[in-house]
Each structure stands twice: as C-alpha cells, then as structure tokens.
C-alpha cells in the first residue's frame, strides 16, 4: 500500500511556487479573518501564516471576538476589498453560529476569493472557466494526479457533499471523467456504494467513521476527516488492517492537509498573476 504522502508532496511543490511568487512584480498578500476563540482555527491559521512566510508571501490575520457581529465583519471584509495590497482573503471556518458565513463568503470579492467559495467562483468552476477552486477540493485532486492514480474512467464515491469539500470535489473530478457518486447522512446501504469504488474520499469529521470492511480490494483512500480527541488528531478511516486491502491511502494527520495548505498559496499566487 503507497501512503499518499501530503506533506512530502507540499515540499516537492514547494521550489516551483517559490519562483513564480518571486516572479511577481509586488510580492502577494494574504489576510485571514479568525472569528473566535476555536483551538483547531488558530492552529489551522498559523499554519497558513508559516506557509506564507517561508515563500516570502505577505501575511496577516485579523482576530475578532466571537461576539463580533455580522454588521462589523462585513465593514472589515469591504474595507480589505477596497484595499489594493491586498490579494487574497481567507474568511476561517467554522465561525460562531450567530454569523451568516455564507453571506460573509459570498461579500468577498471574487477577484481575491483566495479559497474559491464565493457563488461567482463556484459557478465559474461549474462551468470549467475558472481556475480557482476549493483548496481542498483541488489539494484532493493534485494529490490523485501527482501520484498517477487513474482518475479517468474511475468510479468515486464521495462521502459528505459540503461547500469546501465534497460538492466541489465532485465536480473537479467529474470533470476529469469520473464516475462519481455523492453520498451524504441520507444515503441509504452506504457500505454497499462505498465497497463498489476505485476511489473513496471521506470528508465527515467523524473518527474511524468507516473501517477495511468498507472498501474492496485495491481501493484507494483519502481521508479528509478529522476528529480531536485529548489533543490528538484522527480521520474518518480507521487505518488497521488497510495495508492487506487498499492499493494507496492518505493518513491524517499528513495527508491531504499539508496540500490543502500548499493549494491556497498557489490560489493566492494565481490571484496575484491575474492582477
């Protein structure tokens, strides 16, 4: 079994966005909005923040108390709008329930929607006329292309349809001529669905959600999920047994995660080519 190694792979990829971040004429920058005190946001943004720092790509992070409301979020994202050094903004989610994400993604501009979400770029991505998409979506997709695991003609079952992962992953791989199948809570004999796939991605949050009883012979995993649990981290796939049944896997932590970082600076790279 081949572990789909996200981290190694970032590193790999590293050298070449570099030297189109140096290419350049004004040096990109990012500003991330984190709304609230949730321990795996700020871990999440900081590994963002060290990502840009190391490709030398500007990098700030606004802090707003969970109380913020709607009204003050949206002034700030307006004012980063407006703000012509300012390449790309990361909203972070999950955010405080009494904020409307959705309207706050969707007042970014699309011209510096570094992850690809608002309904401008995600009708784009319908349409296949527009590079940016999801970065997870997209990382899950490198990931598939960089380790040469046949994508065209092969049947996906995708588990978890939301915005940022499993709906715009469907698409992207759709698009390469997939055979996909969404599966989500109401998806009625889901072992019997997922035990047909060459290709399953998980993105629930539920840990060891599924186990090797899931998947037939020579399968290939990517796990997305990730649970916490007394400060450890687990996916969506419990991993015993995997190595006598699935052909590649990606674990968590170190598999899609490190890409999903590494596809938001060349998002946020290719925002900054196009101005």
């Known amino acids: 079994m081949i572990l789909l190694n996200g981290t190694e792979l970032a590193k790999k990829r590293f050298l070449k966005l570099k030297t189109k971040a140096e290419a350049c004429a004004n040096k990109a920058k990012l500003v991330g909005i984190l709304i609230g005190d949730e321990p ?48 790309g903004i990361l909203l972070q989610l999950p955010m405080p329930k009494h904020l409307d994400s959705l309207k706050l993604i969707n007042s970014i501009s699309s011209k510096k929607d570094v992850e690809g979400l608002t309904s401008q770029n995600m009708g784009l991505l319908v349409q296949k006329s527009n590079s940016i998409a999801p ?30 992962v499993g709906l715009p992953t469907s698409i992207l791989l759709q698009q390469q001529d997939a055979s996909v199948s969404l599966c989500h809570s109401y998806t009625k004999n889901l072992k019997t669905i997922v035990q047909q796939a060459d290709i399953v991605i998980v993105s629930v949050g539920k840990k060891y959600f599924l186990d090797k009883t899931y998947f037939k012979k020579n399968a290939v995993v990517l796990d997305v999920g990730i649970s916490r649990e007394n400060d450890k981290l687990y996916g969506d796939v419990c991993p015993d047994g995997l190595e006598n049944i699935l052909s590649a896997y ?26």
Do not use: W
């Open 40 to 87: 795996s946001s700020h871990i999440y943004v900081g590994k963002k923040k060290q990502a840009c720092q190391k490709l030398g790509v500007l990098c700030d992070i606004l802090y707003l108390d969970k109380a913020t409301d709607q009204k003050k979020v949206l002034q700030i994202i307006e004012k980063l709008n407006q703000d012509s050094s300012v390449t």
């Open 135 to 164: 970065c997870t979506a997209k990382a899950i997709c490198n990931i598939l292309n960089d380790y040469d695991i046949k994508i065209k003609g092969s049947h996906v079952v995708v588990i978890g349809r939301s915005l940022i």
């Open 250 to 275: 990606s674990p968590v932590p170190g598999g899609v995660g490190p890409m999903t970082i590494q596809t938001l600076i060349e998002n946020l790279i290719f925002l900054q080519q196009s101005l």
